[in-house]
């Protein structure tokens, strides 16, 4: 998501102070700025929030290994619970007018070191661990989880991402990395789409620009497929994938 940091030279003020040092970066040098206006020397290693896609200070944000950053503001929040069930009912509704529909499934919010703790104890799921993940364990129980740390727009979107790895579970679809991430992706940027909303736009130009050979490529794969030829043609492609 490091591709909504934008790199320049010059053209500062003087009255912008780094988000890291505190320092205003000097015309000479490379700066970073996101849409935010926030700036960074350029020689800092800055990470973007996944919660609010502004740059990071590093010292103050919650990292993650191999998944991102939190900001401390970020971290202070807490969706609220009836919002977010009203954002689910959205995306399924959405899906729904597709001619979608989903295995039963149970709704958790949790805390950064709620979802930690998911990802290394294995659970059944594929989603993106930060954001969210989606299993069905040994009791036969399908479950969401969602960081409660996201924005409304963010949540809507994961949740969008997660509910189609329960509709591949659901249809015992067992496709390449790629082609299940990226048919995921999709779903989330379709239902972005919707949304009339400059974050939900950055967020989609994520998902456009995104390098990773499994999130990014799958997914504008899978958008040229719907692009040309719809969303029933993406279906009978990934149903191709059945076991």
Known sequence: MNGLIYRYVGLLTGAEKCIVCGRPPVDSDMY????MGNVACGHHDVQMCFGCTAMC?????INIPAYGALCSSCASKSIDPKIAVRLVDYVHNFYRKLGMSFPGHKLHLVSVSEMQELVSQGVNGTGAAVFGLAYNKSDGVYRVCLLRNLSKIAFAGTFAHEI????????KIDAPSPI???FCNLGEYLVLSTIDKAEAQRRM???MF???????EGFRSLKVLYDTQGWKKVIETMLEFRR
């Open 164 to 171: 189609l790895h329960l509709w591949q579970y659901g249809k």
């Open 205 to 207: 130009a994520c998902e």
């Open 57 to 61: 200070n590093p010292s103050t944000a």
């Open 210 to 216: 995104d390098p990773d050979p499994v999130y990014g």
């Open 180 to 182: 299940c991430e990226g």
């Open 32 to 35: 970073y700025r996101d849409h």
